[in-house]
């Protein structure tokens, strides 16, 4: 049901759940709470459509050099989220991805992924993606990896039916939660800004914040503020460990073959190391993309070789006439380490409705080469041994220069924030995504990622949505043994 | 332990001095020594530039050579 106004709610109406964000966490939490039985009541700060004025709520300011996209362009504040924008790209995180790969770099889950796996199949079908091939091993130390592309699915228009037929979820746009009234260790109201500009209060049994991977620390930070510290009693992590995907082209390839493995639909061939090699060359996970290069590429490589390898240089030119050489771009996206520094902080700017923006900080190490650096040698390494081709790197890569700015730079992946652990100290959820030290606080989303490996995020979400929403059914369940008569609607709000 | 704000005034008047406050704002046993390094620049160059070790390879001008490319 679409719900007009929150207005026109009756006031003593408490719903199982409040969902708090529409995008992929928070439309796949509501739409496997309400298959479940349960009462839903779905909160979007946005609209159906896009609207700059939406959007520029999503404005702050950026700390960090090279700069990622800004805030207001990297997300979308509107029914449906960031699936309003997204490429499509999928892959499941590896296992390792949830492993301590480096001591002294704090990236460990409290879950594994045979956890997520039981919803792997579910979370597929929703982004419409056909199987993964296995991997396929390149030398010793890497494999040909696949991606999965979603459509790309966008989750107000699969959803979009649904809640509006529904009598479980309601769905309420302009809907913005400005705050939550917290009362002995439970959030007992959420405070939305309603389109008319009415503050209203919604009670549920259980909250769940998918308000993206910027927003739910903005949110915690903001309520935390308000309530006194006590909407986040053990906030040492919060807005911490924020990450991205580092996206930047490395060099190029000079090809006197042809590439081992095909092209995909989207003309790239991905690889990947083996948790072995991350674990003998301490370096974190990545993805290396090798695309066709532009015409003229392989004229330029072969001139530049002659220079530093003549004979090479000379032959490699003759099998070029012959059209038996290639040039190709070698791409890369790379796992960060997730940093204490890195981080989200409230602004002391306010939105158009009073609240702090999202000021965002996040600064590449030197372990950021690195990675990407054992990656290159890796591949050059084994076309080398093969008699197949050599690498040239970008001059960054070889620590000439820093970052470049001009390139992708990150892949609009927001992640960290409200990282999951079973310390309180180190993360601000457990392993369930219930906020630690509150009994019905959840987060859905990216933000609670510790730690990014390298596929895209999008997949592990909606699996991390779907055990969320497994999980919050199980507990209402007992709930109602419990308690029996709190399933009905009876709750007076405050 | 609490969520410190770092003073915003500090944020834009030097990106040094801020990497500096939220170091204070962060326990010690939070800032691995890698924060402190991030701190010297935040978009880093090597003082001594880390040229791919290329295991059985050799650098060259950007290039990953291997030992018999002459």
Not at chain 1, 59 to 87: A, C, I, K, T
Not at chain 1, 206 to 231: K, P, T, Y
Not at chain 2, 28 to 47: D, I, K, S, T
Request: net charge negative; aromatic share 8%; proline share 7%.
């Amino acid at each position: 049901m679409l719900v007009e106004s929150l207005g026109a709610l009756p006031r003593e109406r408490r719903y199982d759940v409040c969902v708090i964000g529409s995008g992929p966490a928070g439309a796949t939490v509501a739409h496997a709470l309400g298959r479940a039985g349960h009462s839903v009541l779905l909160l979007e700060a946005g609209e159906e459509t896009w609207s700059e004025a939406s959007q520029a709520v999503y404005e702050g300011d950026f700390y960090g050099d090279p700069p990622l996209l800004p805030m207001s362009v990297s997300r979308v504040r509107q029914f449906g989220g960031s699936s309003n924008h997204w490429g499509g790209w999928c892959r499941p995180l590896e296992s390792i991805d949830f492993e301590n790969k480096i001591d002294g770099i704090d990236g460990a889950w409290p879950i594994r992924r045979a956890d997520l796996d039981p919803w792997l199949d579910e979370a597929c079908a929703i982004l419409e993606l056909p199987p993964f091939p296995p991997d396929v091993g390149f030398g010793d130390s890497l494999r040909h990896v696949a991606f999965g592309y979603s459509p790309p699915v966008n989750f107000a228009i699969r959803y979009g039916d649904e809640f509006r037929r529904s009598d479980r979820v309601h769905l309420a746009l302009g809907s913005y939660v400005t705050g939550f009234d917290v009362d002995g260790g439970r959030v007992v109201h959420a405070r939305v800004r309603d389109r008319d500009g009415a503050e209203r209060l919604v009670a549920a049994r259980r909250f769940v914040l998918c308000a993206g991977g910027i927003e739910n620390s903005r949110l915690l930070l903001w309520g935390n503020r308000q309530s006194g510290g006590r909407l986040v009693p053990e906030p040492a992590a919060l807005g911490r460990y924020w990450m991205e995907h580092p996206h930047f082209t490395l060099g190029h390839i000079l090809l006197e073959d042809d590439f081992p493995f095909a092209f995909d639909e989207k003309g790239t061939v991905f690889l990947a190391p083996t948790p072995e090699t991350i674990r003998e060359r301490r370096i974190l996970d990545f993805g290396l993309r090798v695309h066709p290069a532009k015409e003229g590429v392989a004229r330029e490589l072969i001139t530049a070789l002659a220079c530093v390898a003549p004979g090479l240089g000379e032959k490699v030119f003759r099998r070029f006439r012959k059209r038996l050489v290639c040039g190709l771009l070698l791409r890369a996206s790379w796992e960060q380490p997730p940093r204490p520094y890195n981080r989200i902080v409230l602004s002391d700017r306010m939105d158009a409705f009073g609240i702090p923006r999202a000021d965002l900080h996040w600064y590449l190490e030197e372990f950021d080469r690195r990675t990407p650096q054992v990656a290159a040698e890796l591949l050059a390494g084994e076309l080398a041994a093969r008699g197949i081709g050599r690498i040239r790197l970008d001059p960054w890569v070889s620590g000439l220069e820093g970052f470049p700015a001009d390139d992708e730079v990150g892949g609009n992946h927001h992640m960290g924030g409200t990282r999951m652990s079973e310390d309180p100290r180190r993360g601000v959820v457990d392993a369930d995504c219930r906020v630690h030290g509150i009994g019905n606080l959840y987060v859905g989303g990216s933000s609670v990622f510790p730690s990014a490996g390298f596929a895209n995020p999008t997949l592990t979400i909606v699996q991390l949505a779907l055990r969320l929403a497994d999980h919050l059914a199980r507990s209402l369940a007992r709930d109602g043994e419990l308690h029996g008569t709190l399933q009905v609607d009876t709750l007076a709000s405050a | 332990m609490t969520d410190r704000e770092v003073p915003l005034d500090e944020v834009r008047a030097d990106r040094r001095r801020l990497l500096g406050a939220i170091a204070l704002a962060a326990s010690p046993a939070m800032l691995p020594a890698a924060a402190r390094a991030a701190g010297e620049g935040a978009n880093p160059v090597p003082a001594a530039h880390p040229v791919p070790s290329g295991g059985a390879l050799r650098y060259r001008d950007g290039w990953l050579l291997a030992p018999g490319d002459h």
